[in-house]
């Protein structure tokens, strides 16, 4: 079974700067989570979609981070334009039934 | 609220010593609890999960976690380390206490292991 597909695997970006990041999760999982893991911390929840809509996206910095799942299936996180403090590794999980989370390689983010 | 605080930043055993990351949880419910590891240049993986069945749950890589109640404590254990051990682990709780909630995590353990 193939798992979570990233890309890219690392990007490098001045601040204010916008970036995208792509996101396949596992086949017939309804349900994908981005998450921004900062150095020398653990993952937090950025954003959940169940299908093509959002379950909960309360940690979101909405005024430069945006979204979405269009089909169901991919989703494509970005930024808008990227400060300093968004160097992190983000992460994509998906799960079948909201249970177990697979989690991708994630993106490698630095902002200079 | 759900939170998990793990008490070790950085961990080093020798090859064939036991491992033992410790991990403090707070939860207004009966959690769900969760280990995860991730190594260098990798996603991060299952390692075990707690929810409410067995205090003991065992998981992958010969690794096993006892939930103490009266310690509100979820150790991760492992009577002999292997090189391929050396990973960061995470102790984790689902919000609202099932297991399908959002994802808590702790700040991680590095696990260093030395020949």
């Known amino acids: 079974e193939a798992g979570v597909a990233q890309s890219p695997r690392y990007k490098i970006i001045e601040k204010r700067q916008s970036v995208a990041f792509w996101c396949n999760p596992i086949?017939?999982?309804?349900?994908l989570y981005w998450y921004q893991q900062i150095l020398g911390q653990g993952p937090k929840l950025l954003i959940q979609?169940?299908?093509?809509?959002?379950?909960?996206d309360s940690q979101l910095p909405k005024d430069r981070f945006s979204a979405e799942r269009l089909k169901g299936v991919d989703s494509t996180l970005k930024i808008q334009p990227a400060k300093l403090e968004d160097s992190a590794v983000y992460l994509c999980?998906?799960?079948?039934?909201?249970?177990?989370?697979?989690f991708g390689q994630g993106t490698r983010l630095t902002v200079v | 609220a759900q939170s998990v605080t793990q008490l070790d930043s950085h961990v080093s055993v020798s090859e064939g010593t036991p491992v033992l990351l410790r991990c403090n949880y707070s939860?207004?419910?009966?959690?769900?609890l969760f280990w995860y590891v991730q190594h260098p240049n990798k996603g991060l993986q299952l390692l075990l999960k707690?929810?409410?069945?067995?205090?003991l749950v065992k998981g992958i890589n010969g690794f096993e976690a006892e939930f103490k109640k009266s310690e509100t404590s979820f150790h991760l254990t492992k009577p002999s380390a292997h090189m391929s051990d050396a990973a960061e682990y995470f102790c984790?709780?689902?919000?609202?206490?099932?297991?399908?909630?959002?994802?808590?995590f702790g700040k991680g353990t590095k696990l260093s292991v030395k020949p």
């Open positions: 984790v709780v689902s919000e609202g206490g099932g297991s399908q909630g959002n994802l808590i």
């Open positions: 939860s207004s419910y009966s959690p769900s």
């Open positions: 707690y929810t409410s069945a067995a205090t």
């Open positions: 999980a998906s799960s079948w039934n909201r249970d177990t989370k697979f």
């Open positions: 086949s017939g999982h309804a349900t």
């Open positions: 979609f169940q299908n093509n809509g959002v379950v909960d």
